[in-house]
């Protein structure tokens, strides 16, 4: 990551480029966010949000962002496990997560996404 200093404030950043974040993806699907570390090897459970790691969303791009002291990853010598999720909006609108909130969709675990997904997948 990057490091920022605006106006005394800093932020560290990273852009990451993804072809399949859509501006259909963005106004009507969902894109979470999870967060790893290199010794446990597993994004599945962690919001990145949680833990410091903001995602912002533009076409083709997700900006990450960490601000903070205690929990702010960027200082980790050996770097994070990322991972993203995209969920179109006619997939979105076809599982058991359609009525959920994107505060809601963000505390879920991947786990918990993947079988939401998978389940209705199942059972067309």
Do not use: H, W
């Amino acid at each position: 990551m990057t490091l920022q200093v605006t106006n005394g404030d800093s932020v560290y950043v990273q852009d990451l480029t993804v072809s399949k974040l859509t501006a259909s993806v963005i106004r009507s699907g969902a894109v979470l966010s999870y967060l790893g570390s290199p010794s446990s090897g597993d994004t599945a459970v962690a919001n990145s949000a949680d833990q410091g790691l903001y995602p912002f969303l533009d076409v083709n791009t997700i900006e990450l962002q960490s601000y903070g002291y205690l929990n702010d990853f960027s200082f980790a010598s050996s770097g994070l496990l990322y991972r993203y999720v995209i969920i179109p909006g006619n997939v979105l609108a076809t599982t058991s997560l359609k009525n959920f909130s994107q505060q809601q969709l963000n505390r879920m675990t991947f786990t918990d996404v993947q079988k939401a997904i998978n389940g209705a997948v199942k059972g067309r």
